[in-house]
């Protein structure tokens, strides 16, 4: 049963490190109702899912932390999911380690199925935690934003540039009180440069927030 979880801070195998503080902010949202409750599993299979707790959180799962709600099967995730973990794995910096990196891929797309900002929803203190934990693990996704788009919203188009599905849909929004700044022009004029699946765009990346 997860009794509560300030157990995950209790056996933090680094406190405060930024990916530790990802998934232990999407567990929660997910298990206040913030999020889906997939997420309390961050769409992973069981098995991974517990290497990755034991990875970040050694101790919790002996000590009585587990999700409330049952795993699901892939199948029963949003149809959308898959694609949204794909285009960031596709997208991951290289030379970073796989199981941290899928983790956060995870924790990421967990984090667009709810009804606010995606910071505020994976549990974070703002954008520029999002931004940093792109730009150091997902570097190619981070420079493609050339044109500071809001993150969820530029997940969705890159996924939608990706499978060359028109229109896209827009992300889930209803919680947010800054719809028209986010779904409003961006920062600069231009389009991403997304050219295909498999596609990674340049390295240099420009200072995205």
């Not at 797309?109 to 703002?126: Q, T, V, Y």
């Not at 896209?168 to 022009?185: N, T």
Request: hydrophobic content about 45%; overall charge negative.
């Amino acid at each position: 049963m997860n009794r509560s979880l300030l157990i995950l801070d209790a056996f933090a195998a680094h406190p405060g490190d930024l990916v530790a503080r990802a998934l232990a902010g999407v567990l929660e949202s997910a298990a206040s109702g913030r999020l889906p409750a997939f997420a309390q599993w961050l769409g992973l299979p069981s098995q991974e899912f517990r290497v990755l707790l034991d990875r970040y959180f050694p101790g919790a799962a002996a000590a009585g932390w587990a999700p409330n709600a049952p795993n699901v099967d892939a199948a029963a995730l949003p149809c959308e999911f898959a694609d949204l973990v794909d285009m960031l794995w596709d997208g991951r910096s290289p030379g970073r380690d796989g199981v941290a990196v899928r983790g956060t891929a995870h924790a990421l797309a967990s984090g667009c199925f709810g009804g606010g900002h995606l910071w505020e929803d994976m549990g974070l203190g703002g954008r520029d935690d999002v931004s940093d934990l792109l730009h150091t693990r997902f570097a190619p996704v981070f420079a493609a934003n050339t044109t500071d788009m809001k993150w969820k919203k530029f997940f969705y188009h890159r996924v939608c540039a990706r499978l060359d599905l028109h229109p896209c849909p827009e992300p889930s929004c209803s919680r947010c009180d800054h719809y028209a700044q986010c779904h409003g022009p961006e920062g600069r004029a231009g389009a991403v440069p997304i050219h295909g699946p498999a596609s990674q765009a340049s390295a240099a990346a420009p200072a995205v927030r």
